[in-house]
């Protein structure tokens, strides 16, 4: 079977070789997983999910009588928080996400991105999606480039004027530079393609899949604001706050399901 997830890394190896305005990523601190998503199915084909901002500022949730504008529940102190993950001694600072197998299915003649590749082949629009998630991160590594991520959710707006030229510009010269087809070349197969020529398509996921390490609140023990007011408890997190290597499987994804995929000799979990 095909490793979508170690194939894509291995060609962010070669591309951050040689782009030298991706030359400060220091890639063993950003770890590629998979997440599901149809090809038939509208949303994101990739995105980048920053763990380096800072715990947030204590703060709270509240509600207001809408007759008097008087504050009449508050839920409890809150503050943000990233996760940690760590892989060996590393701690992880970015995680890049890409959606299988609708990453695989991507068109780049009915994309926007279409007009800055005229005549090029279908796959230089997957070239092009990683090359963008890799922009994303900051080059002083304190979050995403122009963007302040709160969730992790790639809006337009994160995205500068000249965001999508500058990508174009970094495809083209990294496609002229000539790459290893032995690197590149999965790109240019869809997912059935794939799925046919390797016996199956598998991604690196978390234990907590379709869950991934994300930003969640830690309630404070801290008086309310105006001691009349009643306090609501907030929904305790579900999700660790410690990822590790032990916290990373290997699914194999379908057109519509995917299934956890066990080594020999490894205790088969639920
Ligand atoms: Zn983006």
């Known amino acids: 079977m095909i490793s979508y997830t170690e194939r894509i890394s291995l060609l962010m190896q070669d591309v951050v070789r040689r782009t030298p305005s991706l030359s400060f990523i220091r890639l063993p601190e ?3 997983f998979g997440r599901f998503g149809r090809s038939d199915a509208e949303g994101p084909f990739a995105t980048c999910h920053c763990l380096t901002l800072p715990t947030s500022e204590p ?3 509240f509600w207001k009588d809408r007759a008097t504008g008087q504050m009449t529940r508050q839920s409890e102190w809150f503050i943000t928080k990233s996760p940690t993950v760590r892989v060996g001694p ?6 890049i996400s890409f959606v299988l197998p609708r990453f695989c299915d991507q068109s780049l ?3 926007r991105k279409a007009h800055h590749y005229p005549g090029a082949p279908n796959w ?3 070239l092009d999606t990683i090359v963008h998630e890799l922009y994303h991160i900051d080059p002083s590594q304190a979050g995403l480039r122009r963007v302040k ?3 992790g959710s790639d809006s337009e707006r994160s995205h500068g004027p000249h965001f999508y030229e500058d990508v174009a510009r970094m495809v083209k010269s990294y496609l002229a530079s000539r790459p290893d087809p032995s690197l590149v070349g999965f790109l240019e197969h869809d997912f059935q393609t794939l799925t046919d ?3 199956g398509v598998v991604g690196t996921t978390f234990r ?3 869950s991934f390490p994300q930003r969640y609140m830690e309630a404070l023990e801290m008086p309310a604001s105006d001691p009349l007011v009643r306090i609501e408890r907030l929904k305790r997190a579900t999700q660790p706050e410690l990822y590790t290597e032990d916290d990373l499987h290997v699914r194999q994804f379908a057109e519509s399901s995917t299934r956890r995929l066990t080594r020999k000799g490894q205790h088969r979990a639920a």
């Open 124 to 126: 230089v629009g997957k």
């Open 197 to 199: 020529h390797f016996g």
């Open 208 to 210: 907590n899949f379709p």
């Open 30 to 32: 950003i770890l590629v």
């Open 149 to 151: 991520c709160a969730d």
């Open 59 to 61: 703060g709270y949730y």
């Open 109 to 111: 003649e009915r994309s």
């Open 90 to 95: 590393t701690q992880i600072k970015y995680l």
